[in-house]
Structures are given as C-alpha cells and as structure tokens.
C-alpha cells in the first residue's frame, strides 16, 4: 500500500468519526466513545504522518511550506482536543469546540487530498512512495495499540 492510499484509509476513518462526534448529546457514553475514537486516531495519524510524509516532502524545496502548513493544522486540531479534554462533555461550549475540530479535520482532508497529494506525487518516486506507506501503517498501528 503507498502512502497516499495509507493516508487515506485513515482520511475515512477521521471523517467518520468527526461526523459521529458532532452527532451526539450531553455527557454521555456515546459522546465520549466517539471522542476517544477520534482522538485517538487524529493523534496517531498525525504523528505517522508528519514523519513519514512531510518531513520526507521536507527534503524538497516545493515540500517545505506545504508541509509546514498540515503541521500547523495538526498544532490547531490539538489545541482544540485539549479545550474538548478541559470542558464539561455536557456543556454548549464542548459541542461548539467539537464542531470546530470536526470542520478542521474535513478542510485539513480535503486540502491534503486535492492539493498536497498531486504535490507530493511529483516529488516522490514510486519506491519511496511504497516504502513510506508502510512505514506509516506500521507507525500508526504501534500508536493506537499504546
């Protein structure tokens, strides 16, 4: 599997869980299995990702402000966990914050796979692509089981 087609498997998943977080209610079992569930693979995948595909993309001149940009996301999608993890799960606040990750992640998706892909096909050679990609899974795999 390449690392584009890595990176969005967990795409999906981010979607789907982002779209069930917003669909819950109050301090509830289901509200905070749908976090748990995303925050815990936002946290894995960005950490894979960063290594495995953009400081790779680093390496190259064109890759430098891209990369910097998904990071700088992933610093905002943090800082929005933790706001979640300090705020009552019952509170309009939560949901509001909840709301604003979920929106995030679906711009920070659609960014990467409309533009930062057919960026980083370009700069990528196919073995590096294949050699990243598992790379990646194997990381991300390691990160949700800790």
Same mark, same amino acid.
């Given at each position: &599997?390449?690392?584009?087609?890595?990176?969005?498997?967990?795409?999906?998943?981010?979607?789907?869980?982002?779209?069930?977080?917003?669909?819950?209610?109050?301090?509830?079992?289901?509200?905070?299995?749908?976090?748990?569930?995303?925050?815990?693979?936002?946290?894995?995948?960005?950490?894979?990702?960063?290594?495995?595909?953009?400081?790779?993309?680093?390496?190259?001149?064109?890759?430098?402000?891209?990369?910097?940009?998904?990071?700088?996301?992933?610093?905002?999608?943090?800082? &929005? &966990?933790?706001?979640?993890?300090?705020?009552?799960?019952?509170?309009?606040?939560?949901?509001?914050?909840?709301? #604003?990750?979920?929106?995030?992640?679906?711009?920070?998706?659609?960014?990467?796979?409309?533009?930062?892909?057919? &960026?980083?096909? +370009?700069?990528?050679?196919? +073995?590096? #692509?294949?050699?990243?990609?598992? #790379?990646?899974?194997?990381?991300? +795999?390691?990160?949700?089981?800790?």
């Amino acid at each position: &599997m390449n690392i584009f087609e890595a990176l969005r498997d967990s795409h999906e998943r981010q979607r789907s869980y982002a779209d069930a977080l917003i669909q819950t209610h109050g301090d509830s079992a289901e509200r905070a299995e749908a976090y748990k569930r995303l925050k815990e693979e936002l946290q894995a995948h960005e950490t894979a990702e960063e290594r495995h595909f953009y400081i790779p993309l680093m390496a190259h001149d064109n890759g430098i402000d891209p990369s910097r940009h998904a990071i700088s996301e992933h610093h905002e999608m943090d800082e &929005m &966990m933790e706001t979640l993890d300090e705020t009552e799960m019952s509170s309009p606040a939560w949901l509001a914050t909840a709301k #604003k990750l979920a929106e995030k992640v679906h711009h920070h998706l659609k960014e990467e796979e409309q533009k930062f892909f057919q &960026m980083a096909g +370009k700069l990528l050679d196919d +073995k590096q #692509k294949e050699t990243l990609g598992g #790379k990646y899974l194997k990381e991300h +795999k390691e990160l949700l089981a800790s």
